[in-house]
């Protein structure tokens, strides 16, 4: 039984990683009808299973992030973004170190996830009405040669956000992003890359305080939902990067809407 938990937290891991829909939110509020049997190995499991969902960007951006290649002007461009990613991820290293353990205490609840889901509802709808505003106008960071280390830094700070259960780490960066006057598809592009350090940082920091101490068939659940949300991020990533090209962000920020208030509804 635990076994199909596994695959069915994989999947919405792989689904809700990249959407700017939360997907810890999900786990959690999942977690009220799926659960594993230890509780303090669920919760690591639902963070640790995001590596195979960033493994999925790796894969895609492969030949934009890879700085080994024969060509050297383009090894700089790459040196350059990841320079770039650090700046980036550097504020929520920092700050979820240290608050790491009072999020879990006091925000990893169903009723903390629906405030931030229409929290980052709400802050969706402007950021696609700055966007919209800015149609046409020259000077939209399209590419990674525009991103300045000021702009890099901002989003990185606008990543703190999803410190908060619910809001979304894709959400808050592709935001921030965009407020920052990115195109939505170099916003989205630029949330991914950036998910690659946060995510595996957080991934390796919960099995270090866990102590890698697992029973050889909690490592086997601990891969089975992993590799289920690699294979399914992988195709969502393929999905979102098309989406954005023709359509807003607005259905999601709808979604969180109504799924906030369910949530609310649920609980309260």
């Not at 939110?25 to 659960?35: C, V």
């Not at 990185?156 to 939505?184: D, E, H, K, Y």
């Not at 990533?237 to 709808?254: C, D, E, N, Q």
Request: glycine share 8%; net charge positive; proline share 4%.
């Amino acid at each position: 039984m635990e076994a199909i938990t596994a695959v069915i937290l994989g999947i919405i891991e792989g689904l809700t990683e990249f959407l700017p829909v939360s997907s810890t939110g999900h786990l959690i509020n999942a977690g009220r009808f799926l659960t594993l049997s230890d509780p303090a190995f669920e919760n690591m499991f639902n963070i640790v299973i995001q590596f195979g969902a960033i493994l999925a960007v790796v894969f895609y951006f492969w030949n934009d992030i890879f700085p080994f290649t024969r060509d050297k002007e383009k090894n700089k461009r790459i040196w350059k973004l990841w320079g770039l990613i650090v700046i980036a991820f550097l504020p929520a290293a920092v700050i979820g170190v240290f608050i790491d353990d009072w999020m879990e205490a006091h925000l990893f609840n169903p009723v903390s996830v629906a405030i931030a889901l229409i929290t980052g509802a709400i802050l969706i709808f402007i950021a696609e009405a700055k966007s919209s505003r800015r149609q046409g106008q020259s000077g939209l960071v399209s590419e990674p040669s525009s991103i300045t280390i000021k702009l890099a830094l901002i989003v990185g700070l606008f990543q703190c956000l999803a410190m908060w259960p619910g809001m979304s780490r894709s959400a808050s960066t592709i935001i921030g992003a965009v407020f920052c006057g990115f195109a939505r598809p170099m916003a989205a592009e630029f949330s991914f890359l950036l998910g690659i350090p946060t995510i595996m940082g957080a991934s390796f920091f919960k099995l270090l305080k866990a102590g890698f101490e697992f029973s050889a068939y909690q490592w086997v659940i601990l891969t089975l939902g992993t590799v289920v949300s690699f294979i399914t991020a992988l195709v969502v990533v393929k999905f979102f990067m098309g989406y954005l090209k023709k359509y807003s962000l607005r259905p999601f920020a709808i979604y969180r809407i109504i799924l906030g208030i369910a949530v609310l509804m649920f609980c309260l």
